[in-house]
């Protein structure tokens, strides 16, 4: 099994029907933070090369559509190629700093609850399904771990944003 050395994050794949619970839960403690922090804390960035709260938070919102989209290709099509999202990119195209944290709060708990519902979908058969990951190195990987990454993504960014809130935030997670 793979753990994150940053949060401690254990790939554990042995039961992947739990991953749609526990990443709608893990989205859910993006809504407080998001309603209640002030809008220019959201939107600082500590250093120039780190997101801000507001910009993880629309990242892991875009990561969840983006990994539900793989998830129902890799149903349809045999070993596809989870092409790069844009990470990056997506920060200033999209204008990820200037987007309403209420907006991101429900679209972020939506695009879970997509995620999830596809998650719900799969049969036993589904989750050994296998796509081609490019990032960070290019890799078959089974659909179970997908779903494990997300719950990742989801988590790991969750602690990003939270070490970032202003002292005496509340902070559930």
């Known amino acids: 099994m793979t753990t994150c ?10 039961t992947p029907e739990v991953f749609a619970g526990q990443v709608r839960t893990a989205a859910e403690a993006y809504v407080e ?3 209640t922090t002030p809008g220019e804390a959201l939107r600082r960035r500590p250093a120039p090369e780190t997101w801000s709260p507001l910009e993880y938070a629309c990242h892991v919102r875009d990561v969840l559509l983006v990994q539900r989209e793989r998830v129902l290709l890799a149903r349809r099509t045999e070993t596809p190629v989870a092409e790069p999202m844009g990470r990056d ?10 987007q309403d944290p209420a907006d991101v709060a429900r679209q972020l708990l939506d695009a879970a609850r997509l995620f999830a519902h596809t998650l719900d979908r799969l049969g036993p058969g589904d989750w050994d399904r296998t ?3 490019t990032y960070p190195e290019r890799a078959e990987c089974l659909l179970r771990w997908l779903a494990a990454h997300t719950l990742h993504e ?8 939270a070490r970032q809130l202003p002292a005496g935030e509340p902070v559930r997670g």
Do not use: I, K
């Open 89 to 98: 990119e997506r920060v200033e195209h999209d204008g990820y700093a200037e």
């Open 131 to 133: 796509l081609v990951y």
């Open 33 to 35: 933070p998001l309603l």
């Open 5 to 14: 050395e940053e949060c401690g994050f254990v790939y554990d794949l042995g």
């Open 154 to 161: 989801v988590r790991h960014h969750f602690q990003d944003l």
